[in-house]
């Protein structure tokens, strides 16, 4: 399913190698690039600052640690991000709760819907 007909490049940021494999073939199925994907905290914060791309897509717990400040430093850039997490949308911080949320596991119907909810011209 495309989502748009410019090709996006997805962030992916994500610690378990499984769910990283499965989210790269869904960004490509999408018909996008992926950025990444990235699971440790520090290189993700570095790509958040300096990577282009057009979305991000934030596992909420990377080994441990909260990517809330990740997610500040790509939504200080206006790029929007989507949380993939197994704790859902009611997890997330009042902050965040306008962010798109993948309740973990989540289907390619789910993910090519949340990209192209915040991708939408």
């Known amino acids: 399913m495309p989502i748009g007909e410019r090709k996006h490049r997805i962030l992916v940021v994500e610690d378990e190698a499984m769910i990283s494999m499965l989210l790269e073939d869904m960004v490509l199925d999408c018909g996008a690039e992926i ?3 990235v699971a440790k905290f520090d290189d993700a914060l570095a790509l958040a600052r300096e ?3 057009a979305v991000a897509v934030l596992d909420l ?3 441990g640690i909260l990517s809330y400040p990740i997610a500040d430093v790509i939504r200080q850039r206006g790029i929007p991000v989507i949380f993939a997490t197994g704790y859902g949308a009611h997890g997330l ?5 306008d962010c798109p ?3 973990k596991p ?3 119907k ?3 819907q949340a990209v192209a909810s915040v991708c939408a011209p």
């Open 101 to 103: 949320t993948l309740q």
């Open 51 to 53: 990577g282009e791309f």
């Open 110 to 112: 789910d993910f090519a």
């Open 61 to 63: 717990n990377l080994n």
């Open 93 to 97: 911080r009042d902050s965040f709760q």
């Open 106 to 108: 989540f289907s390619q």
């Open 35 to 37: 950025v990444g994907p």
